[in-house]
């Protein structure tokens, strides 16, 4: 097995977009579920789909209405310009699309979290003199830190997979916008890339096997803690 | 300690609606399961808001519909002990005890924590988890914890419901002696006549959504005589016993009692059932049951068809029932001298 630069480039540069949509999404992710969870409004239902949608959706939909939303006519894109980002085809792009495509993931982990925390513990932080924000951060975030963790690592994973919506909204540049997947599509469609895609599919699965692993040690280690 | 009550609410088909004004320090809330009992004291703590009405304690509004106000719970000064001991279950003894102490005022800080860990006696537990504790030692921590937010009013919510019976007369002494080193004013919840006339001085009856009366636990306890399955409950602090012949002897009134059951060296709580004594007008000569009290009849009174008979001895008090036609037959009015015969076994020591 053999890695070309441009194939170091790549697994970089994955590894670096990957962890910058997961870091993106996560307080998003957490006040997403928070409000799914805790709190009753109107419209609830609508924020259930919305956030559930790109579960659903071709990632090339959701792609190439990030790439009208955030190009040169968007709204997105007037404001970035005026602050002077370079976005479209910039991996910067990446991270959102990543982040876009990974978020109901996320915040399905960090829900099942949030769910499974008794009101009634809530409601003893309340009369016990804690303010709802002093209970989010004292109760509400350490209960649900095992799937504030369960959610990162699977968005981490899915971010790693990222194709449809990528392609689109950051093309396919490589040492600039290309991602593992992207490069293996490069390898796929020229006659003499076989075993270089081979190569990186290699690693491919070795990243997702490696942190499905992390995934469950991490998950027993703080179920362990708790029952301690 | 005073609270004015005037709410309304409904509950998908359940309605509440009370109204009362209570003043005192140990009050019970006594009725069935869903009656609405916990639903006032959530809105009282602050946890759930009436749809309209009023609340006030201690001068302070805690809730008006025409004025707009809703104070938060955490303004309130209300803790709650809820049937559930609900510690945070990541964090450990100490930090669950003081989760309301540090979030108290310095100046409403008047319980001092080490004295109160010692009232509970909890000091072994202190590093502990709180996940591999007892029952008992779960709802001690969940007691202190409430009590340490030091506040104004502190809200039990059956917090004995979820004890087995054994457990449950260990807590009580706890709860007692909280109450009494603390002097913290509190409303009691339950549906069991023994813990109203163990933690309560009044008692606020609560059926189908509405406040059917104010009365005392022994009120309580008279008028449920006929029906509860073992009679009206004596409850008998008893101490200083001595051992004789393997029975206990306890002085009680102007005599002794002797019980089976009993403890040298600490005070026990017993119970007696008013159907376990037996009233003679004559003191007969032998009898296998080893007590037999000369008694007066002070207050009679009616509960179904039975008859209640308070008996005074040196001070202190027994309640007996007997059926309507016992009653005539022997004879018995207030003023006259009867002779109680209770077995040693009849005494339940529950703690």
Known sequence: MSLSHQDIAAIGLSMKIAISATLLALPFGFATAWLMVFRNFRGKVLLEVLVNLPLTLPPVVIGYLLLLFFGRNGWGGAALKAAGIE????WKAAVVASATVGFPLLVR????????????????????????HDALATVILPLSFRGLVAGSSLMFARSLGEFGATIIVAGNIPGLTQTIPLAIYDYASSPAGTSMALSLCAVSITLSVGILLLHEVIGKKLEDRDSA | MRLDIDIEK????????????????RIGIFGASGS?????????????????GELHL???????????????PEKRRIAIVFQQAM???????????LYGYRRCRPENRKINPEKLIEVLNLQHLLDRGVNNLSGGEKQRVALGRAVLANPRLLVMDEPLSALDDALRYQVIPYLRSVSEEFRIPYLFISHSVPEMQLMADQVLDVANGCI???????????????????GYLNLLNLERAHLHDRLFHYPWGGGTLIVSDGKTGEGSLFELASRDIILFRKNPEAISARNMLKCRVGEMFDSDGRKGIVLESGGEQLVAEIVQSAAVELGITPGSTVFAAIKASAFRRLG
């Open chain 2, 87 to 97: 510690l945070f279950p990541h964090l450990g003894v100490k930090a669950n005890l």
């Open chain 1, 109 to 132: 982990s960090i829900r099942l979290g949030m769910e499974s925390i008794d009101r009634q513990l809530l409601q003893a932080s309340r009369s016990l003199g804690a303010t709802w």
């Open chain 2, 212 to 230: 059917t009366g104010i009365s005392t636990p022994d009120d309580l306890a008279r008028a449920g005589m006929a029906s509860s399955p073992r």
């Open chain 2, 58 to 72: 201690d001068g302070t509004c805690l809730f008006s519909s025409r004025r707009n106000i809703g104070l938060a």
């Open chain 2, 36 to 52: 609405g009992k916990s639903t006032l004291v959530h809105m009282i703590a602050g946890l759930m808001d009436p749809d309209s």
């Open chain 2, 10 to 25: 409904r509950l998908g088909s359940f309605s509440l609606k009370m109204k009362a004004s209570l003043s005192g320090e």
């Open chain 1, 87 to 90: 976005f479209i085809f910039n």
